[in-house]
């Protein structure tokens, strides 16, 4: 019975999957890719965070299975992410915080027409752009609060950076390293190494997470993207 009403229930997302809209006179055909715990990635879901990432290429026109793929499987751990996160009482996220991250993510691209045009060629209108930011806020703390904040960078760590890495690093561009104290545009040299050591630790921290949560996880894949 179990079986069955899974079944059911399937195709139910399935059928309710197939809508049919409109971008910029192109016709985009919606369907559920994958469930998350019984929470539904769409095809919009990809075309909307590929639009949304400056790194991304623009998706004016067609847009390739193998992008999509890997934006799927993007998408899967910021959605473990997402769960995990609305599970933590944290403070209520204000509009102001989003109009910031709405400021920050423009100033990412190459020009606000150019966001404008990419956000606008998947149908992502302002109230959808303000509710994917939401959760990218919400991502952003459970990210400081479960990782940032419990990661330590030695002193020991920050001169095998600069001896390993930082050093050479200069020296291959032509250039005469700085001195671990020596103030930079963006801080000193030891606090960028601190810095970019911290982000490292965090990565893989993330990653030895996700690991796990998609172990725990129920992620069952229904359409290829």
């Keep these: 019975m179990k079986d069955v009403k899974w ?52 998706p004016v026109g067609p847009v390739g299975r193998d992008l999509l793929s890997r934006k799927l499987e993007v998408m899967i751990d910021e959605r473990l992410i997402a769960q995990e996160a609305a599970r933590i009482p944290t403070a209520e996220i204000t509009q102001e915080e989003i109009d910031k991250k709405r400021v920050e993510l423009i100033r990412s691209f190459r020009s606000e027409a150019e966001f404008r045009e990419r956000i606008g060629s998947v149908g992502l209108t302002p109230q959808k752009l303000d509710e994917l930011l939401r959760q990218r806020i919400l991502i952003d703390r459970f990210v400081d609060f479960r990782f940032r904040s419990f990661v330590l960078v030695t002193a020991q760590e920050i001169q095998q950076e600069y001896v390993g890495n930082f050093v ?14 020596e103030r930079l545009e963006k801080g000193t040299v030891r606090e960028q190494l601190a810095e970019r050591l911290k982000v490292k630790k965090i990565d893989e921290e993330i990653e030895r997470w996700l690991a796990a949560a998609r172990q725990r996880a129920e992620v069952v894949p229904l359409a290829e993207p």
């Design 168 to 181: 050479p690093e200069m020296r291959k561009r032509g250039q005469i390293p700085p001195g671990l104290d």
């Design 7 to 58: 079944k059911m229930g399937n195709a139910f997302f399935l059928l309710m999957g197939l809508l049919t809209s409109h971008a910029l006179g192109q016709q985009v055909v919606d369907q559920i890719l994958t469930l998350v715990n019984n929470e539904p990635i769409m095809r919009t879901d990809l075309l909307w965070s590929i639009a949304m990432d400056p790194q991304a290429p623009s």
